[in-house]
């Protein structure tokens, strides 16, 4: 059976109108999203009540997280000074906008779903806050994937799609003990495992102004990354309306962020 | 170049760093000393151990401290770590347990303990209580090599000195790859990763302590003999 996984909404209504449609035509029936429903866009609400709508199972992503919280991560992901001051303009924008009900629903989202050997996370299994970048050393990648006790690991977080496949691994060590006899030597068969990032909905990073999201067959493991089409001058008209920065209406137009990639995507935030 | 004596585990013992202190002065070539953590626990009372790490005799070698777990539980029950909650306290016997901790310290010292770093990064080495995740990770010469790869990895360092097991070994990855297969709408590409030469070392604790040489890359497993012990209460 296909599936689709959806992430990153990011409060744009016609980047997931047009994504449900697309979802709609291939005649899928079950949608995961891996949260960050509210941020940077201008319809937190609309996109908010939409998921629950479609009862759309969700994982909650680190805006999502934010919202309920309060803005008490360690704000490594922002590279610069300007970069962090748009977040928070952006962050209590929202959080104004957001009716007590959708703060609510925000609050009632888990950190992860899973699927018999599927996992469905925002960031990584250790934090919505973590990327997992597709160049993102191998050896670590896996131990994310199979540390979770997960054979695929769907992500988002990062904006970017991929499909990333972890195979053929083996690690040899040689371990000497306490009596400083002599080493035993071990090697260790490592399990293929599978990364699925499903992009962006609402604010894609991978080079198009195109709404992503990605397939995944459970009979063939088979998935595929789904480019969609949508009105970006009517989002963008409504961020500046809005008066959220212009600076968020113009690289969605563009299809790619300068500003707000973390600079050192394996930090990992320590609240 | 100049050893490292490498020690952790002291619960408070003055006793026990003296005598750590004396076999080091016996061993040729150690000149610093990294206690990684663990200086106090529930089991007595602490402040002289401490007032004697803060002021060292006449003599001494110059400990150079972080903090173990059993100072993260300290400092987290005294709010020094927002609102979390110690993970002693989740035991049955949490709340006497904390309490004992509270009184084995005296108040001047908090804030000392509150100031020790987490892990020490010296030349192409970290040194740390648990591992580069956690404070309470204990890395073992079990623990799955993924998993200390990952440890090594997260800090970008050739050898992780951990205490939090325990244990005294030394665990060196010495080969292997990873094929990683990454599509993405531009494409696809394919590249082998090789598992670098790294070591994970656990410097044992309490009267087992390491010496390790970065020129030589040497270490070397030591133990001292304990002329008196307390039982601990079962939180290691």
């Given at each position: ?18 994504v449900l449609d697309d979802i709609d035509q291939q005649g899928i029936t079950t949608i995961t999203c891996l949260g960050d429903l509210v941020g940077y866009g201008p319809q937190p609400n609309e996109v ?224 | ?54 002021r060292p005799k006449r003599g001494d070698l110059q400990p150079n401290c972080i903090y173990g777990w059993w100072e993260e539980q300290l400092l987290v029950d005294y709010g020094y770590r927002g609102d979390?909650?110690?993970?002693v306290r989740s035991d049955p016997d949490g709340a006497t347990t904390m309490h004992q901790l509270r009184e084995a310290v005296s108040q001047e010292h908090i804030n000392w303990l509150a100031s020790l ?120």
């Open positions: 059976m296909a599936h689709a996984v959806i992430s990153c909404l990011h409060a744009n209504l016609a980047a997931f109108e047009a908010v009540e939409l998921v629950q709508q479609r009862a759309i199972p969700t994982c909650q992503g680190c805006w999502d997280e934010d919202i309920i919280d309060g803005l008490n991560a360690c704000e490594c992901s922002y590279p610069s000074q300007l970069a962090e001051r748009r977040g928070h303009q952006a962050h209590h924008w929202t959080a104004d906008r957001l009716t007590d009900n959708n703060k609510a629903f925000l609050a009632t989202l888990p950190i992860t779903l899973r699927r018999d050997k599927l996992l469905f996370v925002h960031g990584s299994p250790n934090s919505q806050h973590e990327y997992l970048l597709p160049d993102m050393n191998a050896f670590a990648a896996l131990e994310r994937v199979e540390t979770a006790g997960a054979e695929t690991l769907f992500c988002g977080h990062t904006h970017q799609p991929y499909v990333r496949e972890l195979s053929g691994g083996s690690i040899r060590v040689s371990v000497q003990q306490h009596g400083n006899g002599p080493a035993t030597e071990q090697e260790m068969t490592l399990p293929m495992r599978r990364i699925v990032n499903a992009g962006s909905v609402g604010e894609p990073r991978h080079g198009t102004t195109k709404a992503t999201y990605v397939v995944h067959d459970d009979n063939t493991g088979n998935v595929s990354i789904r480019e969609v089409d949508y009105d970006v001058a009517k989002t963008c008209r409504a961020i500046v309306e809005a008066g959220l920065p212009d600076v968020f209406a113009w690289r969605l137009s563009h299809g790619f962020e300068y500003a707000e990639r973390a600079e050192d995507a394996s930090h990992v935030c320590e609240r | 170049m100049e050893r490292w004596a490498l020690v952790s585990g002291l619960r408070g013992d003055l006793d026990l760093y003296e005598q750590i202190q004396a076999d080091i002065k016996k061993q040729r070539g150690a000149a610093h000393l990294f206690v990684l953590g663990d200086m106090i626990s529930p089991d007595r009372n602490c402040d002289a151990l401490l007032t004697r790490l803060r979390q909650k110690a993970e770093q987490f892990g020490f990064i010296e030349l192409d080495c970290g040194l740390i209580h648990g591992s580069s995740a956690d404070v309470g990770d204990p890395l073992k010469e079990t623990t799955s090599p993924l998993i200390l790869l990952d440890r090594l990895t997260r800090l970008d360092v050739n050898r992780l000195f951990t205490a939090r097991s325990g244990q005294q070994f030394r665990l060196q990855l010495t080969g292997g790859q990873i094929q990683s297969k990454v599509k993405d709408p531009t494409g696809e590409q394919q590249r082998e990763q090789a598992v670098p030469k790294r070591s994970v070392i656990g410097i044992g604790s309490g009267e087992k302590y390491t010496l390790y040489d970065p020129a030589s890359d040497r270490v070397e497993f030591l133990s001292v003999a304990v002329r008196s012990r307390l039982s601990n209460l079962g939180f290691g």
